[in-house]
Every structure is written in C-alpha cells, then in structure tokens.
T-cell receptor, first 111, second 116 residues
Framework: RKEVEQDPGPFNVPEGATVAFNCTYS??????FFWYRQDCRKEPKLLMS???SGNEDGRFTAQLNRASQYISLLIRDSKLSDSATYLC????????????FGAGTRLFVKA | SAVISQKPSRDICQRGTSLTIQCQVD?????MFWYRQQPGQSLTLIAT?????????ESGFVIDKFPISRPNLTFSTLTVSNMSPEDSSIYLC?????????????FGEGSRLTVL
C-alpha cells in the first residue's frame, strides 16, 4: 500500500463548479499535512497547509480527519487557472525532515 | 521563502554516461533535498544533502549511483552515474524553511533528463 494515496483523476469540471479531492495516508504517526499545486512542467508549490480544525483560504478549504487518516481539498467557483495537479503531502513525526508526496490529482477546468 | 536555481533545465544523454545537476539557493540552509519525479508519478526523495557530512540516502538509492556534493550552505550537486533509460526523469532540488514539521518546501524548476 502506498503511504499517500490519491485519486489520479483527471477531474474535468466547468468553470464555476465545486470540486473535491480526497487523500488517504497510511502512517498514523503523521504530523503535518499539506496540499501542493504543480502546474504542467513546473515545480510543485505550496497551496496550503492542513490543520486539524480545518482551514480555508479564499476558495480553497482543507479538512483533516486523523481518525480515518483522510485529507480533503475543496475548490469552490473553479477558475480556468485552477487547472493543475494537486499533490497531497504528509510529513511523519519520525525521520526528521522526510516528506511524502502523493502521486497527485489532475484537474482540468474548462470554459 | 527561498529561490532555487537548478541547471541544466534539461538534457539528453547517452546510456552509460553521467550527468551532474547543480542547485544554488539564495540563502543559507542546513539541509537540501534531491527528489526524482518519474512521468505520472509522485515525487520520491533520493537523499538529503548535509553540509559538512555525507548525504543520507533513502531506501533504493545508493551513493555510487547518485553521488551528492554539498560544499557549502547554498550549493549542492547531484550526479546521475552510468545512466540507463530507466533514469529518465525529472530531478528536483528542494529546501525547507521554517519548523521541522510544518515548514514549507521550495523547489527548483527541475532538471528533465532523457537517457537514450
């Protein structure tokens, strides 16, 4: 079983739609959680951290369920510019700086 | 934040040769990380480059294949040795700022390697 699993997609949605991505992780000792965004042929960049109480940044909402070892990302009012691959990222509390990436979920937002 | 310059951005190499990728950071950092991203796959950590000591390699990666240098706090190199087509991938240099568990990772633009 992979340490971080995501639905690879692709998700094809119209502009203005709401879309949700899910991610599960296998290491219950995981300490920190993130969503990174990777545009085509570009490097990954931090989209947002995921906090235990859930957090929101504009149109983006992240949720964490430690009991189910599950993370989600909700994008409201999708824009064409949201088209990218979204990487679920987990950092365990063992192994120091080691960070584990999911394979990513591809999103295409169409006009 | 951190700004990372990586070169070469891409290269096409012959089987059996070696390629060295350079990574320059605009600030001093304790640890630098080297990742590999194969087509359609997630990022996989190759090794952590520590200044003043040997790099720490992840399972499945060895120093003979991926020697790493870290001569100072702003620079590192990764060499892909005796390349085969299976080494065709994107190699990314990364640094982390902030706290050990919550800090943000910054990446270079990556080096896209094709081995013929």
């Amino acid at each position: 079983r992979k340490e971080v699993e995501q639905d690879p997609g692709p998700f094809n949605v119209p502009e203005g739609a709401t879309v949700a991505f899910n991610c599960t992780y296998s290491n219950s000792a995981s300490q920190s959680f993130f969503w990174y965004r990777q545009d085509c042929r570009k490097e990954p960049k931090l989209l947002m951290s995921v906090y235990s109480s859930g957090n929101e940044d504009g149109r983006f909402t992240a949720q964490l369920n430690r009991a189910s070892q599950y993370i989600s990302l909700l994008i409201r009012d999708s824009k064409l510019s949201d088209s990218a691959t979204y990487l679920c990222v987990v950092r365990p509390n063992t192994g120091g700086f080691k960070t584990i990436f999911g394979a990513g979920t591809r999103l295409f937002v169409k006009a | 934040s951190a700004v990372i310059s990586q070169k070469p951005s891409r290269d096409i190499c012959q089987r059996g040769t070696s390629l060295t990728i350079q990574c320059q950071v605009d600030s001093q950092v304790t640890m630098m990380f080297w990742y590999r991203q194969q087509p359609g796959q997630s990022l996989t950590l190759i090794a952590t480059a520590n200044q003043g000591s040997e790099a720490t390699y992840e399972s499945g990666f060895v120093i003979d294949k991926f020697p790493i240098s870290r001569p100072n706090l702003t620079f590192s190199t990764l060499t892909v040795s005796n390349m085969s087509p299976e080494d065709s991938s994107i190699y990314l240099c990364s640094v982390q700022t902030g706290q050990i568990y919550t800090g943000e990772l910054f990446f270079g633009e990556g080096s896209r390697l094709t081995v013929l």
